[in-house]
């Protein structure tokens, strides 16, 4: 497999958008960015040969890719299916400049510890979010839960973690203790927590019992990756998880594993359905029936403003609406929405008729985009962890320059523009490769007139 592992590129880059052109047609969505991480390093883990479907062709899957590569095993692509064979893996010290081009890569600490008795990687990757250490991503749950299964850990100034360990040992967490608040369950570690987690727990000797584990859809596929390579996942009654690592003889020597399709990528089109089509917009993927229920949520906040949705096992419909109602809503990790669907119920609430509120509590100033969609002519206010929409106030102001700080910001910014009746310039797209496989061309199929522009403000390839 040969890939480009840099993030980004070494300039901005562009995107320009001609607002007003609606969409109609069908889109595709790519499997699931956040369980591709965690299902690629459980393979490592219990080296098995994985044979990994509907695999998104994004940062992520080039990066890992990569890193397997440079350690000595091998991966091999072939339309959306990625092979990838750990077995002839040779070393726990990863390359620091690539391991740092993603977010995903501190969940192979497990596995490389269980092989060769020590991790180095690169903690520092993935998008900048809020203000605190300059955006830099938490990193101190990983050192605690790798400490907590026996293991030595610690994070270097400069973003390293540096870990080393003569075997793993299973123990009993409590994973709320990785949130703000044990009711709400706030905060941005419980997620990260739990997998990494469930991943030590993998190769762990012994029984590890997770309380109270993150409940989302990339957790849940990562539990059935690591039922069918082999371990014992046994969910209590309780709610717990019981974890005991596969034994050699019940491991298998392939593990199949298709990705769900992508939730946060599937909000992006409803999103872009309600604002941007005039006629019923179809999103279809795999099962979708499940990203609809895994999305219990973000459907629920839909319906209240007022966008019809249609779903069966393969598509789901979006009827744009006449008029759409504002919502207030609290983003947390209890019965909430994804923290990353945040900015797409934001920009809903622009085209709303009335004032919207959404508290974050997951990332409490992820609100990069706010400034942004201002200059695009919406009417929004930050007061701490709380967002004030006043609506209806679309964006309509054309000819301005916005900048898209990380993933989520880019995209949105990016469907904003398709309402602006005029020329919009969008720079920071290269956040979009780390979740979306081609989001600006499919975009073009559908009607949007988008281009990528080079460094040089022209048309880039």
């Known amino acids: 497999m040969t890939a480009d592992v840099h993030s980004k590129p070494s300039w901005s880059q562009m995107v320009a958008v001609e607002g007003g052109h609606p969409l109609r047609g069908t889109v595709s969505v790519s499997g699931f960015k956040h369980s591709l991480v965690t299902v690629i390093a459980a393979a490592v883990a219990t080296n098995v040969v994985l044979e990994l479907d509907n695999c998104p062709d994004i940062t992520e899957t080039r990066v890992l890719g990569t890193l397997i590569e440079q350690s000595g095993g091998s991966v091999a692509r072939q339309a ?255 019965a909430s929405i994804f923290s990353d669907s945040q900015p797409f119920v934001a920009l809903l609430a622009a085209h709303a008729v009335g004032d919207s509120s959404i508290v974050e509590r997951v990332w409490p100033d992820r609100f990069a985009y706010v400034p942004e969609l201002n200059r695009l002519g919406t009417g929004m206010k930050v007061a701490g962890s709380t967002l004030s929409v006043a609506g209806p106030r679309p964006p309509a102001a054309a000819g301005f320059q916005v900048h898209g700080a990380d993933l989520r910001a880019a995209a949105v910014l990016v469907l904003a523009a398709l309402t602006v009746p005029g020329r919009t310039l969008i720079t920071g797209a290269e956040h979009l490769d780390r979740g979306y496989s081609g989001l600006i061309a499919s975009l073009a199929q559908v009607g949007a007139k988008i281009a990528t522009l080079g460094p040089n403000g022209s048309p880039h390839e």
């Open 80 to 334: 959306q299916r990625l092979t990838v064979d750990p077995s002839q893996m040779y070393t726990g010290e990863l390359d620091e400049e690539t391991s740092g081009a993603i977010h995903g890569a501190p969940y192979l600490a497990p596995a490389l510890l269980h092989r060769f008795g020590k991790a180095r990687i690169c903690v520092d990757g993935g998008c900048r979010i809020g203000s605190a250490a300059g955006g830099r991503r938490p990193s101190e749950h990983y050192v605690d839960v790798l400490q907590r299964f026996g293991a030595a850990a610690e994070v270097t100034s400069d973003g390293i973690l540096l870990s080393s360990a003569r075997g793993l040992t299973g123990c009993d967490i409590d994973l709320l203790g990785y949130t703000g608040d044990r009711f709400g369950r706030l905060g941005n570690l419980y997620s990260g927590a739990t997998k990494m987690a469930l991943l030590a727990a993998s190769v762990a000797s012994g029984t590890t019992v997770l309380r109270h584990p993150y409940p989302k859809a990339d957790v849940r596929d990562l539990i059935l990756a690591l039922r069918n390579s082999g371990a014992t996942v046994d969910d209590r009654p309780d709610g717990a998880i019981v974890v005991i690592a596969p034994s050699s003889l019940s491991r298998p020597a392939r593990l199949q594993h298709t990705l769900l399709s992508d939730v946060i990528e599937t909000v992006t089109w409803v999103a872009a359905g309600a604002t941007a089509a005039e006629e019923p917009f179809t999103i279809r993927g795999t099962a979708m029936r499940r990203v609809q229920a895994e999305l219990r949520a973000e459907f629920e906040v839909f319906e209240r403003m007022g966008i019809q949705v249609e779903g069966s096992d393969d598509a789901i419909v979006v009827y744009p609406p006449q008029r759409l109602r504002p919502v207030t809503i609290t983003v947390n990790h209890r």
